[in-house]
């Protein structure tokens, strides 16, 4: 697989085709395979925890993010593939084919509005040219839903995020050669450090996190109904900090990195 830089997809680009946007409908998992899963993935103390959210929600929502963080130097390893998945960058005009991609779990407003924010999506596609897996990066700012806070980018970082692989396509080593594409993309923009983050209700999500990125930090956080979450950790990460959505024009105006 060929690896191609941010700057061969800018987004006055002439929309390439990526494929067929006919959708395979996904059966709904029954409540009793999830819970088994969950058990066999995370252990007796995450089936614990996943029930009492279970009880718990909607009134109730907590939980924890792992951040994760890899430096983008000389000691990157080579390039990974995936076999029949090639690896590129999507474009504004593509919208349609990125909410298949999701399976219709993103909307195209949602989709339009991150390219509006100048966040970069990362689409893999497999031999038919169908897209089966989706990723976000931010270059300035990114909102964290969980804590309600921004996060906003220093100097040379960046963060991915909301990466889906459909699920007839899992388990082909997509998910590496994706964070491959990111990081070498990134370092090739003159970009220092990316980041990102998985829930700790993911064991599968920390695994993969933790095979490719080195962890940084938890943030606990608690939310009540719709107030306000209370969120207990380090509100720094790296260069970047955690701030309270409605981010200042000044901070928005040293938050970008790399040749955006």
């Not at 061969?8 to 929309?15: D, V």
């Not at 005009?93 to 993103?106: C, F, P, S, T």
Request: aromatic content about 8%; hydrophobic content about 40%.
């Amino acid at each position: 697989m060929r690896h191609r830089a941010l700057a061969n997809a800018p987004a006055t680009a002439t929309p390439r085709v990526l494929g067929s946007v006919t959708r395979r409908e996904n059966p709904p998992v029954p409540l009793r395979l999830r819970a088994a899963r969950t058990l066999r993935e995370g252990g007796v103390g995450h089936i614990l925890m996943w029930v009492l959210r279970k009880i718990c929600t909607p009134m109730v929502d907590f939980g924890s993010l792992a951040f994760f963080a890899r430096e983008l130097d000389g000691g990157l390893p080579r390039p990974e593939a995936a076999s029949g998945i090639s690896v590129g960058w999507a474009l504004p005009g593509e919208i349609d084919r990125l909410v298949a991609g999701y399976d219709g779990a993103r909307s195209a407003a949602t989709l339009r509005e991150r390219f509006r924010n100048a966040d970069r999506c990362i689409v893999a596609l497999d031999d038919h040219g169908e897209v089966v897996h989706c990723r976000w990066v931010a270059l300035r700012y990114a909102y964290i839903p969980e804590c309600g806070m921004d996060l906003v980018l220093g100097p040379g970082e960046a963060y991915f995020y909301d990466g889906y692989t459909r699920r007839e396509a899992r388990g082909r080593g997509i998910d590496g050669a994706v964070r491959s594409f990111i990081f070498h993309s990134l370092r090739a923009e003159g970009f220092q450090r990316v980041y990102s983050f998985v829930r700790g209700d993911n064991p599968v999500g920390l695994k993969a996190a933790r095979r490719r990125q080195r962890p940084m930090q938890r943030l606990w956080y608690i939310r009540l109904c719709r107030l306000t979450p209370l969120v207990i950790g380090k509100r720094a990460l790296g260069l970047s900090t955690f701030l309270a959505p409605g981010i200042p024009q000044d901070a928005q105006a040293t938050a970008s990195a790399g040749r955006d």
